[in-house]
C-alpha cells in the first residue's frame, strides 16, 4: 500500500510500504477498526510536519487527521464492515492508503449532507470544544484574528450561538472575500487598515469583549488580541503556538485584568458529534470553505496550495483512490 513521505521540508512523496494489518483481538478490550481513507483534509497543524520545522517529530504517514472513509474490518462492536466514517488517527497519521485507528476515535456519519460537508465535523470539532470553555457569547462583541479555515469556523459558530457583531480580521483580501458568507458581520483588511482603530469604530471604542487568535505557530497574534480586548475581557487562543513565545506584553494583560482560554484535545463523545449534527441540521454554512481539491496523486501541490494561500486557499481536499484502484 503506499504512504506519504515527507523526505525533505516541503516536500512530500508517496511511497511503498506494508500493508497494515488489524489485530484479532483489541488491546486492552478497546476496539479498532481498518479504515481505509476516501476524503481527507489539510489543516494548519499538519503545516509543521511537511515545512519540517522542528516542533515535532516527522514520520512515515505524516501528515493528515481529518479525514472520511471506510471501515475494512473491525475487532470491535462500534462500527461494521463498510460504514462510512469519519476517523482522526493518532498523531495525525493519517496519510496512508489504510491504518488501525482505535473505535474511540471515529464517529458516524450524518447522511444528510455530503461527505464534503460532513468531513468538516472534524475542525468544527475542535472549534465547539473551545467555544465551551467560555461563559457565552450572546450579545458578545467577537473578534476573530486570522480568517484561515479555523478562523472561518469560528465566524460560522458565532454567528450560530448569537454574537452580537463578528468581525474577521486578516491581511488577506481573498480570504476575507468568504467571511461574510461563513457569518461574520464585518471584515478588517490588516494589510491595509489599522485593526486596533478599525475595531475600536466598530464597537464605538469599547473593543471586543471577546478576542479569539486563530492563527497560532510563527504568525501568532497574541499581541494584536491584547490590543483588541477591551477591559475584562477574554481572548480565546486557539492557534497552536510556538513552544515558547518571546515579546508578549504580559503586563499589559495584566492591567486590563483579561482572562485567556485555551483548547486542546476535543472529545470524540461529545463535541465532534455536536459538529456533525450541526452541519446535518443546516445550522451552520459551510459550502464556501472548500475552495480546492486534488487527486492524492498531487499531494505535493495540494500542501503547497494550502501552506501557500493561493488563491486565498481554505479548505483543501484530497481524493484517495477507490479500493483496488
Known sequence: MFAGLITAPSRIELVDTANATLPAAPPD??????FRPQLGCLCGSDMPFFEQTGEFEVELGHSLHEI????VATNGRKFREGDSVLAVPDNQLGMFEQFVVGED????????????QALMAQPLGTVICALKKLPGVLD???VVVGQGPIGQLYNASLRNLGARQVIGIDPLDERLRHSASLGATSTICSGGTDPIQAVADLTDGRMADIVVEAVGHRDQALNLCIDLCRKYGKILYFGVPPE??????WRDMLVKNLSVHTSIHPD???DFPLAMQWIGEGRVELTNLITHRYPVAEIQTAFET???RVEGALKVLVDFPEAGA
Open 244 to 249: 515558547t513565545i518571546n515579546g508578549i506584553r
Open 306 to 308: 494550502f501552506g501557500q
Open 268 to 270: 470524540f463523545e461529545r
Open 105 to 116: 476515535r471515529v464517529i458516524a456519519l450524518d447522511t444528510r449532507v455530503p461527505i464534503e
Open 68 to 71: 472520511i472513509g471506510t471501515v
Open 140 to 142: 458578545q462583541d467577537v
Open 29 to 34: 478490550g478497546a476496539g479498532q477498526i481498518l
